[in-house]
């Protein structure tokens, strides 16, 4: 014969053990402190490609030759590297801090996102087939 089973255990009771409930006050720090970034950089032309279609202006970028149409033809980031900016500037403008962040154990995440030949893998791993001669993203946060 089964033993009857205890009742649930109420969940808004007074009684009920608080010890392990979420802790709201720090979780809303915690999220008020949270950042999500997004910056863009733009790689230079190769000499078949053309002119370039897109104007950068600050943290601003414009769509040549176009009326300015925000979401379409005009965007907003919180950093823009343009076609001369270096991977070091890259890393110490997003990416420094998030490393130093992790190393105190704090979650980060960087990624590179576009389309095929926009530079991600450059970026990420460095030039001169991921070698010193250029570091990567990767490289530089482990120096």
Not at 2 to 19: E, F, L, M, T, W
Not at 21 to 45: F, Y
Request: charged share 25%; net charge neutral; aromatic share 6%.
């Amino acid at each position: 014969q089964k033993a009857p089973r205890a009742p649930p255990r109420p969940r808004n009771s007074a009684a009920q053990d608080n010890s392990a409930a979420p802790d709201t006050a720090n979780m809303e720090t915690k999220m008020a402190e949270t950042k999500l970034r997004v910056a863009i950089r733009v790689r230079p032309l190769r000499s078949e490609e053309g002119a370039c279609a897109w104007r950068i202006e600050g943290e601003n970028v414009y769509q040549a030759d176009c009326e300015e149409v925000v979401g379409r033809t005009a965007f907003r980031y919180d950093a823009v590297y343009g076609e001369n900016s270096a991977t070091k500037d890259v890393y110490e403008g997003v990416c420094r801090e998030l490393v130093d962040g992790a190393l105190r154990g704090v979650n980060g995440t960087i990624f590179a996102y576009g389309q095929t030949s926009s530079g991600k893998t450059f970026t990420m791993q460095g030039g001169d087939k991921y070698g010193a001669g250029a570091p990567g993203l990767m490289h530089l946060a482990a120096d």
